[in-house]
């Protein structure tokens, strides 16, 4: 064999070994990861179902449930005493392995934690704070590969036992898991920046809009103090039409750049448009049935959705002349003299959302509509074009500052991702 290939053997062979691609300077001569698997390196213990009889409005203690494991709202209460391995306590490593899959440390006052969620015992050999982090990034595989069932989709203990995973001696885990820590706290420190530029808009749209009852607003620029009360108009005064597209057969992915797409009704909730909500549609024949592309200075508004959807809109900053509404939405299209995005902030406000809400109409609890007719003829309180534009760029410019702040916290979710698949060995690579 040549020098170049067995130099070309020898490279395949570091990268196929129980190592990762990117390693702490003092480890690098540690050796190789110890494969495993999470069987092996803890024990998973189940919480327990309560009867409703069980479970009080207000009792002794609360017991975690799978829907509020990331939130903490919402709570179950029991009258019963705590049962041993069914608590948890501050700093107990948990996993959710039912419809809301993934690990998380608790952080809080002792309580009871329910059927849907695993409490983790790590083994003496195993730092709790890596094997969260470990827990973490095997997750979105064990989802894709193990999870199952036909409703709620659940990750089996014995599959969760049984899978393979890779684990350095201990000091190499501390390491590695202080690194992550700095890490998420970094992350959380720029989500409390976010949390606050969100809450500084809605208080100050509350103090630029009029109170029920009222005819001006709180808060009002020095040039308009004298310029008298607003007005109260239907919307069909503010805009020319609400313009649906229509339904097509599409595909099951986003369209690409030289492909046309149908917008989902995802793609607008919270004030938010996102235009990555759509389907390819690649038919001929439903590609001429296509209208109403993505206009910029329009509003899109849901307008068949679920009861706390329904009625959701977004201002449109930018043409997409290859993306197009389904029959389930509208594109709202100013008038002159009207500021569509001062209406875009007005009906994605807290009292504007409520007002949309109470006119969608029918009998299924699942799904709600809201007709034309009546949102046209929904009366809003606006002011004069000057003060609509003054506002409307005072709120835009905060909308600025949290679209850079979700995007910083985005680019260091990716670097964290990144980081993960550097830091930790692959199982294809190895494989392979």
Request: positive net charge; hydrophobic residues 35%.
């Amino acid at each position: 064999m040549s020098k170049k290939k067995e130099e070309k053997k020898g490279k395949r062979g570091e990268k196929n070994a129980l190592v990762p691609r990117l390693r702490f300077p003092e480890f690098r001569d540690a050796g190789e990861w110890d494969g495993n698997t999470f069987g092996g390196a803890a024990s998973f213990l189940n919480g327990r179902a309560y009867k409703q009889d069980e479970l009080l409005d207000k009792g002794k203690y609360r017991v975690l449930r799978v829907g509020n494991f990331f939130s903490n709202n919402q709570w179950y209460y029991s009258d019963l005493e705590l049962e041993e391995n069914k608590y948890c306590d501050n700093g107990d490593l948990l996993y959710a392995w039912s419809a809301s899959f993934g690990p998380r440390i608790w952080q809080g006052e002792k309580v009871i934690y329910h059927y849907h969620i695993w409490k983790v015992l790590e083994k003496s050999w195993v730092d709790r704070n890596f094997l969260f982090i470990l827990l973490g990034y095997e997750t979105e595989r064990m989802k894709s590969q193990s999870a199952n069932g036909l409703g709620l989709m659940h990750i089996t203990k014995g599959a969760i036992e049984s899978w393979k995973c890779f684990i350095p001696k201990i000091d190499e885990q501390k390491k590695i898991a202080s690194c992550f820590s700095s890490l998420d706290e970094l992350i959380t420190v720029e989500a409390q920046k976010l949390a606050t530029l969100k809450a500084h808009k809605k208080g100050l749209m509350q103090q630029l809009f009029p109170a029920e009852g009222e005819t001006v607003p709180k808060l009002r620029f020095p040039e308009f103090r004298d310029t008298g009360e607003w007005g109260k108009l239907p919307l069909s005064k503010l805009v020319n039409s609400l313009d649906a597209g229509v339904s097509v057969v599409s595909g099951d992915r986003p369209a690409k750049n030289s492909e046309s797409g149908i917008l989902k009704t995802s793609a607008v909730t919270d004030g938010i448009f996102n235009p990555l909500e759509n389907k390819v549609v690649l038919d001929k024949s439903e590609l001429q049935r296509l209208k109403e592309p993505v206009c910029k200075n329009t509003i899109i508004i849901s307008r068949m959705n679920t009861p706390a959807l329904v009625g959701a809109n977004a201002y449109v900053e930018t043409s997409l002349e290859n993306i197009f509404l389904p029959d389930r939405l509208w594109a709202a299209k100013p008038k002159s003299g009207t500021s569509i995005r001062f209406i875009a902030f007005l009906l994605g406000s807290e009292k504007g959302r409520a007002a949309l809400s109470e006119l969608a109409t029918g009998t299924s609890g699942s799904m709600k509509n809201i007709t034309k007719s009546d949102v046209l003829a929904l009366e809003i309180s606006v002011p004069l074009f000057p003060e609509q534009q003054k506002i409307a760029a005072c709120l835009t410019s905060i909308d600025e500052l949290i679209t850079a702040q979700t995007q910083k916290i985005e680019t260091l979710k990716a670097h964290k991702k990144g980081l993960m698949q550097q830091l930790f060995p692959s199982l294809d690579e190895v494989q392979g």
